[in-house]
């Protein structure tokens, strides 16, 4: 597929839960709202900022496979070529069988930048090396470890509905897309999303679950979503082995939703200082964990670092360069940079389709290799994109 390149242009933000994205045609037009918050002019509310000289989306692929997966969910820039993959690649995960039926997609593609596509994994459930809860919906939950290990997060559903969603696991493929083993128990229930650090043989995943409790609450909110600090040893080129398990954050609410399949905690991002930053999507907050990466017990909901305003179901979370936060949000189309300090700075709008427009279209976001652009998925077009 040919890269699309449009301007964008000013919009308004509008209130709205999440929905089920749809399989549509690429979006046309998109827009960015670019004004200041808190009554400071436009000007001077992106001088600095990550987002404020970004002003251009431009369609990289389609993130659709040969099998028809669809809804495109983690993303993950290759940091090193290894084995299949290659340096700044992007690989996307697919939560979305070719039916629209959400819990149920089995691949993951890895896209140039210049645009091709190829399939890094397709996921049979009948070939695992251990069981996966349930089976095969690949979600958010989407890193890449030194020696080329891809995990990714599994929430199934077996036929698209919630109430038959299972705990699943985190699936670790090496650098060929064959899954190596699986990690099950221990608090894993739903891992939605996720982020990594490594540190010589070792390296940590901080996962957030959100079915402990959801599916028997019947659509009610539960406030028991997780997040989990698994730290890994690493093995150069045999799998890495899981050393120990630590809930730093709980009581996030979550619940099931009819069109959104599940809403709960989602993106989490790692900040210079080591505080874990988490998008709290029922409630439109981003929370702060601190100590992340030492902690031996949860922070509960963590510190609010800001709620409301711009932020509208905030899903994907991605720390910029300058330690910003960047979040995209559910309930409309929208990419808001906000500040440590709790301060919303920048806006763009990333995603104009639907009523209202964006809503339920934008999940997993990943900073480029340049450190001046931001890749993120369109799940109402089935489209990996760049905004520059």
Known sequence: MNSHSVSVASAETRSRRPRLPRRRSLVSAVAALAVGLGGTSAAAAHHGTFLGPLHTVTTIASTVPANGDLNPYGTAVVPQSIGALHKNNVLVSNFNNAANEQGTGTTIVQVKPDGGVSQFARINPSRLPSPCTGGIGLTTALSILPGGWVVVGSLPTGDGNAANAEAGCLLVLDSHGTVRETFTGHGING??????????????????????????????????GTVLRIALELHGNQPPTREKTTKIGSGFAERTDPDALVVGPTGVG?????????A?????R????????????????GRT???????????GLAVAPNNNILTVNGGDGNIVETTP??????????DSTGTPPGA???????????????????????TLNLLH
Request: glycine share 14%.
């Open 191 to 224: 891992p939605w999303d996720m982020t990594a650090v490594s540190h010589g043989n070792r390296a940590d995943l901080f996962v957030t679950n959100v079915l402990n409790g959801t599916v028997a609450g019947g659509g009610n909110v539960v406030n028991r």
């Open 270 to 278: 790692l900040g210079h200082d080591g505080t874990l930053y988490v």
């Open 280 to 284: 709290d999507t029922v409630n439109s």
């Open 286 to 301: 981003i929370a702060a964990i601190p100590d992340a990466l030492k902690r031996r017990t949860s922070a509960g909901t």
């Open 305 to 315: 670092v800001s709620s409301g305003g711009a932020l509208n179901g905030p899903l």
């Open 341 to 350: 300090a709790g301060r919303q700075v920048a806006i763009r709008r990333l």
């Open 360 to 382: 339920g279209a934008l999940f997993g976001l990943a900073v480029a290799p340049n450190g001046r652009s931001v890749y993120f998925v369109d799940d109402a077009s089935n």
